[in-house]
């Protein structure tokens, strides 16, 4: 059901919430122009502090009804509990999505799984509001075992605290790694939430796509700046048709001999620089371990702050020169520098000096 069609990605579009059947008709009949695959709206709202508008519950479920019977548009909606996904089902929603902070829950997944047992329903599983991959995984595990045979994984970023351009850190790292352990489950991005904002939506949806993400899920609403939730997100169908069509749609791959042949070139001198750095680290640790010795010898620390604070210095100047950014150069000697102590502190040999 996820799969993107002649390379366009599967578009799910609609507001965070339903407030009125008015603006979610509205909202779903200008959406029909975009073209979008599934109409998505939020019913019950876990919202972080109390008080605020969290959502018009079942009330909301025959305008959904309303929407796929008028547009023709499928609907999905969040559900965090038994109850909701029963009553998602009785009201024919089409498919499901666990939400960050249910994800984040194995209990609230099992007790969606449980409810799910022998209805096969789509379902949608939002990353965890922490950057935690195994959860996510737990999460899409716990539905397949129930039995739920078409299940996505939606990218919506990760908590993270203090300043940052992005409401949610997106950790692109993160998913990717999930696609290596979950080549089959197709991955969909959350724009709306890891920005939080509208200026920065086409970007993190690009770059999704450069990643060859499946999909986009996007909250729309016909009157975004009135929105109960997430008005600063939101955008109106004929912005999101906008968006849409400036995204560049990327092939996963070509048959092109031409290409192909270019790639191969140039993809073999990669693996040789590659081979060439692991040859290097691989001498650059054993040094580790010979100055491991001595250290050990010595009764000197491991750690030495003044060198390693010269080491990332230095490696920072030197890195500019060379095109490298300062953040890649600090992970990634961060990592060496990790490395290089662990294999210091498990040295032996230490007494034949
Ligand atoms: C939502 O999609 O409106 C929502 C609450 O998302 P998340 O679970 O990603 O916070
Ligand atoms: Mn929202």
Known sequence: MFQKKHNRPFLIAGPCSAETEEQVMTTARELVAANIDLFRSGIWKPRTRPGVFEGKGSI?????KRVKEETGLKTTIEVANAKQVEKALAFGIDVLWIGARSTANPFSVQEIADALQGVDIPVMVKNPTNPDLELWIGAIERVQKAGVTTIAAIHRGFSSYG????????YWEIPIELRRRMPGIPLLCDNSHICGNRTELLNVAQYALDLNYDGLMTETHCDPDHALSDAAQQITPATYKLLIDKLDFKREMTDDSDFLEYMDFVRKQIDEIDLEVLNLLGKRMKLSEEIGKHKKHNRISILQVKRWNEILEKAKDMGRERGLSEGFISHY???????SIKRQVGVKGADEI
């Open 60 to 64: 909301a479920l025959p305008w959904l």
């Open 163 to 170: 300043k940052s351009m992005y409401r949610n850190e997106p």
């Open 333 to 339: 000697l961060s990592a060496v520098h990790q490395e």
